[in-house]
């Protein structure tokens, strides 16, 4: 029986060390910088607790700019990045006018970087920030898997057809969801995000006059509330008055928002299909009841679908880089 010369088996080792290096090196950790940026769970936590004391509604805001991110070009902080109306997934339809909280991010890497120069990317602190936004509103503590780099370029049209959107009918938005590695229960329990913040009339006036060219608001609608969100959004004015996304629990992260589902308000229509429409009967429909009935059980898929969605599509290792600016590549 020949045997492998010793070159050979040392090349085998060497190669072996490699893959386990590389493939270690791709995975995120909750400890990536507790040695490069031992202090920066803390201060992200500092900056994001001042927004919200500053603005309740930016805990809300915050979570939702990571959901964006991600769902565009995987995790990478490609949202951030400024550019043009055909470039920038800032003027995306799903983002401009409606997107916000840029400007905290803004701040929190900026005191970053003076605490730790060139070490944390934007995408990572996108994710810290999500996490501590429902921490501090009230709902779940998970450990952020981090490690991930900032990507070199935007999507415009990535973001223009892959963000589900409040008028998407609910196989669309399944879709929408396993095109990024998403599945059913991920549809549901992320929708739960909007047990806080506000809409602006224009991602739900469709459904208060004539909705589906009925010449009736969505029958789906509780009645009881429909004068009311009529007057908040006349038909002559510019869509951009707010209200909140779940009524009577607008600031805490609870499942207050699937107890609204059933009671037919849920404001977006996107949300309220979860319950209502005649595709929910076979696929989310008792996921909402569920999450309704059992508020741990909602955080517990919450907190799984998250860490998966920040796991989407991660630029790791020599891939990308550690934006110095957020709006800009380096």
Known sequence: MKTRPCNFILYFQI???????????????????????????????????????????????????????????????????????STSEKFAPGNLNSARGYEVIDNIKTVVENTCSGIVSCADILAIAARDSVLLSGGPFWKVLLGRRDGLAANFSGSSNGLPAPFDPLNTIISKFQDVGLNLTDVVSLSGAHTIGLARCTTFDNRLRNFNGTNSPDTTLDTTIVSELQNLCPSTSDGNNTTPLDRNSTNLFDNHFFKNLINGRGLLESDQILFSSDDAITTTKTLVETYSNNSMFFFNDFVNSMIKMGNISPSTGSNGQIRTNCRVVN
């Open 15 to 85: 190669m072996t060390f490699l893959v386990l290096f590389v493939g270690v090196n791709c995975q995120l950790t909750p400890n990536f910088y507790s040695k490069t940026c031992p202090n920066l769970l803390r201060v992200v936590r500092r900056e994001v607790q001042s927004a919200i004391k500053n603005e309740m509604r930016m805990a809300a805001s915050l979570l939702r700019l990571h959901f964006h991110d991600c769902f565009v070009n995987g995790c990478d902080a490609s949202l951030l990045l400024d550019g043009n109306s």
